[in-house]
């Protein structure tokens, strides 16, 4: 059973956008990755809403089914890849700015928290 060509038409759109993001990780460039993986994220939510108004009959074909299925594998590639990608940029902004890699809160001293600095604007309290 042959795809119907208005299910080709939305799945070939989906495998551009899948193939661009492809591209831009091998690239490397973070402004082609960011646009390329919004385009690709819409893609999708508009192919699944298309894929809801069909009947059963159109979505039986094999072919079809092997190649959504060929394109949800490569999208946990890709997602594994992006996950790669973030933690050896954050080990090298760790090793250029060791900075970030302080807490972001201060670290308690007791049980109540740190103390708070002494401005020296009161000499002594009195009661």
Do not use: W
């Amino acid at each position: 059973m042959m795809i119907p060509a208005h299910i080709e038409k939305a799945l070939a759109e989906v495998e551009l956008y899948f193939n661009d993001v492809s591209v831009a990780l091998v690239s490397g460039e973070p402004l082609a990755l960011a646009t390329a993986s919004a385009a690709l994220r819409q893609a999708a939510i508009d192919f699944s809403e298309f894929l809801q108004r069909q009947t059963p009959m159109d979505l039986k074909s094999q072919s079809f089914k092997s190649r959504l299925k060929r394109l949800a594998d490569g999208m946990a590639a890709q997602r594994e890849s992006l996950i790669r990608r973030t933690v050896l940029v954050e080990r090298g902004l760790n090793a250029i700015v060791p900075a970030t890699l302080a807490p972001t809160y201060a670290q308690v001293a007791g049980p109540y928290g740190s103390l708070g600095k002494q401005t020296g604007a009161f000499k002594f309290l009195a009661a």
